[in-house]
């Protein structure tokens, strides 16, 4: 069964700090891998896409990394800011034009 | 420019009332999506278009319908709403298969 899953569920950090976001998928094939931010109470926004010849991507302060072999993708965010705190969904696309395949996502809280 | 704009935000119906839920974009992109998000889920496709008076069935269509006269508007329809309909909503446009963008939601209670 095609799945996405993400680690950790929930994740407090405070600002300033970094840290590092997992998704692991079942997706095959695959065609493509996406990072969104989620806002509380917004719609998701994208942060990255990435096919499976790409290794690294980066969109600011956020470096999204893939490996298609062992089927594992990070998200890193730097020096975490307090506008950081949403929660950020690991999406697949698997066979070209089939449906999005979305994890359940981080929640990341950034504190003062 | 406003993207991709949903209304009602929030909307309560009583089982088996009808209600439609809007959408519209300003990008002039070909591609549109409606999908649901339930609490501590991920989000699911209900219905997609590619384009003006196409229209295809997501992951779970049922209990929906969609029609696509213009490019800019995608409407999604519910019939004899069920509790099981409690989400929220979103709606997405894509100019090619890559980045979707996304409205704000529309959240819907039936009780």
């Known amino acids: 069964k095609n799945q996405v899953e993400q680690s950790p569920q929930s994740l407090i950090i405070l600002e300033g700090k970094n840290c590092t976001l997992q998704?692991?998928?079942?997706?095959?094939?695959?065609?493509?891998l996406r990072w969104y931010k989620q806002d509380t109470g917004r719609g998701p926004v994208s942060l990255t896409i990435?096919?499976?010849?790409?290794n690294t991507k980066s969109n600011g302060r956020y470096t999204a990394t893939l490996d298609a072999d062992t089927k594992q993708s990070s998200l890193h965010i730097t020096a975490s800011q307090l506008s950081d705190s949403a929660s950020y969904i690991c999406?697949?696309?698997?066979?070209?034009?089939?449906?999005?395949?979305f994890g359940k996502g981080t929640t990341l809280s950034v504190s003062s | 420019n406003a993207g991709v704009t949903q209304t009602p935000k929030f909307r309560i119906l009583k089982i088996g009332q009808s209600m439609t839920l809007q959408c519209t974009q300003d990008?002039?992109?070909?591609?549109m999506y409606w999908y649901r998000q339930d609490p501590g889920m991920g989000l699911k496709l209900i219905y997609y278009?590619?384009?003006?008076?196409?229209?295809d069935k997501g992951e779970v269509p049922n209990g929906y319908n969609v029609s696509r006269s213009t490019t800019e508007d995608f409407p999604l329809r519910l019939e004899l709403a069920a509790p099981s309909q409690t989400s929220v909503y979103f709606c997405?446009?894509?100019?090619?298969?890559?980045?979707?963008?996304f409205g704000p939601g529309t959240r819907l209670t039936v009780t």
């Open positions: 997405a446009a894509a100019q090619g298969r890559y980045e979707q963008y």
């Open positions: 990008m002039n992109h070909n591609y």
């Open positions: 278009s590619v384009g003006a008076g196409i229209t």
């Open positions: 999406v697949v696309e698997g066979q070209a034009g089939t449906a999005l395949i």
């Open positions: 990435m096919t499976f010849s790409e």
């Open positions: 998704c692991n998928y079942t997706v095959s094939p695959f065609s493509n």
